[in-house]
């Protein structure tokens, strides 16, 4: 817990630096904001299915955006069919944005986009409490993911504070393996397989 501790510390003061270079390197482009998916930098709070975390933006030419941000769940702990179930997982990820109606003024248009990146787990498992005869177990899943996914942009919330709604997959690379049995085929089968890196969130931002 107290590594993960430094590295939000660290990762917070990177994203600092590198919002400060963006925001003092600003290019030429004209990003009208009337059609743009995008605030033109942000910061913001990120809450979801791959856990919480921070990110931040900026969009570097008309209809495009580029996000860097960390998501952790901090070692979550909860009981599902009366057993123990741990995730451990702690991720930071680059993605680009595209919005494919930059220039429409109908809200859709204005508001829709596209993302493509990737992500590096620096830790991705989840821990199952044995029952009868099986043990306690691990299972160790992909750290690097390349991403696809969705969502909804610049939905004005107050003043400079708006809400940005994602929906993506982070796609495993390799398949998961397991301290115990056939575990880790179970995990990867299926819905199973898609939940690990399923990425549903709500990010609230301030725009600079």
Known sequence: ???????????????????????????????????????????????????????????????????????????????????????????????????????????????????TGFAQYFSNSLYRQGIGVTPNYTVYMAKFRPYLGTGLGNIKLWGNAGLRLDMGWFIPTIAPTSTYDDKAEKVSSGLNGLLPGLNTGATIYIKF
Do not use: H
Request: overall charge positive; proline content about 3%; some cysteine.
């Open 1 to 115: 817990m107290k590594s993960q501790l430094n590295l939000i510390k660290e990762f917070g003061w990177l994203l600092l630096i590198s919002l400060i270079m963006l925001i003092c390197g600003k290019v030429s482009a004209q990003v009208l904001p009337e059609y743009s998916a995008f605030p033109k930098a942000s910061i913001g709070l990120q809450l979801g299915t791959q856990g919480v975390g921070l990110q931040g933006t900026w969009s570097f030419l008309p209809g495009f955006n580029a996000r860097i941000g960390f998501n952790t769940t901090a070692d979550i702990t909860v009981q599902y069919n009366n057993r123990a179930l741990g995730v451990d997982r702690t991720s930071m990820y680059l993605l680009a944005d595209w919005q494919p109606n930059y220039g429409k003024d109908d809200w859709w248009s204005t508001k829709w986009f596209v993302s």
